[in-house]
């Protein structure tokens, strides 16, 4: 038992130490949302989209927060800040993955794509002394609105996922922090083009 336990308190330093450090600092991170994803649109469809506005409800203190810094008692007020609002930098992801995909369209585009991003985050399962497992986490839902009625026709909510294996003794690592958010934003994008009942819309 006593062991157990201490297995949990270093993960639970681990989790302290990567959100801290200096926790009534604000980091700068640099995050580039660029998803290479292959799955494109059927030659020959007819309908097209554009990508209308990117909400952000994440329960954090500002648009270019990336995640909140915290201690054992909860969120400070420090954080981990980018140079562009979060949801600009998702969207600007999300248009490049459509495009390259086959969605996108002029003027003429049937429908439009907003997006909502809910949340932000990761827990951190304990392997063994050394050995930890991040799982970070986004969730985004997506809504398609036609654009002759305003009304909306279709919407979901993904949660993309990802598995980060780190060393225990990990500290406030910015760079892992971008790369956890590109992981889980890629793979809610990706679901999303996946998504049969969203590309009937377009593969008709």
Not at 91 to 117: C, M, P, V
Not at 130 to 136: D, E, M, Q, R, V
Not at 137 to 160: A, C, I, M, S
Not at 170 to 197: E, P, Y
């Amino acid at each position: 038992m006593k062991w157990m336990n201490f297995i949990r308190i270093i993960g639970c330093v681990f989790l302290i130490t990567l959100l801290t450090g200096c926790a009534f600092t604000r980091t700068q991170v640099n995050v580039s949302f660029s998803p290479t994803i292959g799955n494109p649109l059927r030659s020959g469809h007819t309908n097209s989209l554009e990508v209308g506005a990117i909400k952000d409800s994440r329960p954090v203190t500002d648009e270019y927060v990336l995640i909140q810094k915290g201690n054992a008692y909860g969120a400070t007020s420090g954080a981990f800040v980018t140079d562009e609002p979060i949801a600009k930098i998702f969207q600007n992801g999300l248009k490049s993955a459509l495009a390259q995909n086959g969605f996108l369209g002029s003027n003429s585009a049937r429908y439009t794509l907003k997006a909502d991003l809910h949340g932000f985050g990761f827990g951190v399962i304990q392997n063994g002394l050394f050995s930890t497992t991040a799982k970070p986490w986004l969730e985004v839902r997506f809504e398609l609105d036609d654009k002759e009625n305003g009304q909306p026709v279709w919407h979901d909510t993904y949660t993309g996922q990802s598995t980060q294996k780190l060393s225990a003794w990990d500290g406030a690592n910015a760079g892992l922090l971008v790369q956890m958010f590109n992981q889980v934003a890629d793979d809610a994008v990706r679901q999303l083009i996946a998504d049969k009942a969203f590309r009937s819309f377009f593969e008709q």
